[in-house]
Each structure stands twice: as structure tokens, then as C-alpha cells.
């Protein structure tokens, strides 16, 4: 059983940063792919960035490219989600997803035997 739990998260002014972790534990991941996706407040849950675990293949959001950064460290079968230039409407609920994409080896739209986790708080004040 593959279980993530995200750490970090928190408030931070506009324009300033945060990083968000993922641990994940359990059985190998090759073959999967580890995404964030958020939820802002009153609207549906978007995805944000995605790494696949075998290639090191990254797709991001438009809405993130350029200020957002995904990296994994194999050792600590973890993977951070780094947040620049940050916005208030990056305000929401992050959650990361270790999941198998049905297309290609970082695929977001359509997956499946996927993992969720309990997510983690980011507000952006302005």
C-alpha cells in the first residue's frame, strides 16, 4: 500500500515562497507518478505539477510555469513542490497524488490505482 503524506504548506505574503513535501512509503514506485493538485477555495480541485518517478518527466500547469518547481529525491522517496512569485489565488489546499497514468509516464488527465493525501494549507495574503 502506497501512502503519501504532505508536509509544509503555511501563510505567506504575495511574492514570497513555500515548499511543499511528499513522503511517499511503501512499496516501489516505478511506474507511478507523483502529482500536486490544489483546491482553492469554493472551486474544484485542479492539477498543478507532476513527475514521473522512473524518467524524472515533469508537466506543469500554465498557471504555474515558470514559479512553480517539482523535484524528487530517490533516497528519501520524496518529492517537493517549490513555490515562487507566489500569488493569492495559489491560495488552497495541496494535495499530492501517487498514481499509475494511464498515458505516458507522467500522464494527469486520466490515471488510475491512485493515492491520495491528506493535503496541506496554502494561503497567499496580498
Known amino acids: 500500500q502506497v501512502q503519501p503524506v504532505e508536509t509544509g504548506g503555511g501563510l505567506v505574503q504575495a511574492g514570497g515562497s513555500l515548499r511543499t513535501s511528499c513522503a511517499a512509503s511503501?512499496?516501489?514506485?516505478?511506474?507511478?507518478?507523483i502529482g500536486w493538485f490544489r483546491r482553492p477555495p469554493g472551486k474544484e480541485r485542479e492539477f498543478v505539477a507532476t513527475i514521473s518517478w522512473s524518467t524524472g518527466t515533469t508537466y506543469y500547469a500554465d498557471s504555474v510555469k515558470g514559479r512553480f518547481t517539482i523535484t524528487k529525491d530517490d533516497a528519501k522517496h520524496a518529492v517537493y513542490l517549490q513555490m515562487d512569485s507566489l500569488k493569492p489565488e495559489d491560495t488552497a489546499v495541496y494535495y499530492c497524488n501517487i498514481y499509475r497514468p494511464k498515458h505516458g509516464v507522467a500522464g494527469f488527465a486520466s490515471y488510475e490505482d491512485d493515492h491520495w493525501g491528506p493535503g496541506t494549507q496554502v494561503t497567499v495574503s496580498s
Open positions: 511503501g512499496r516501489s514506485l516505478s511506474n507511478y507518478a
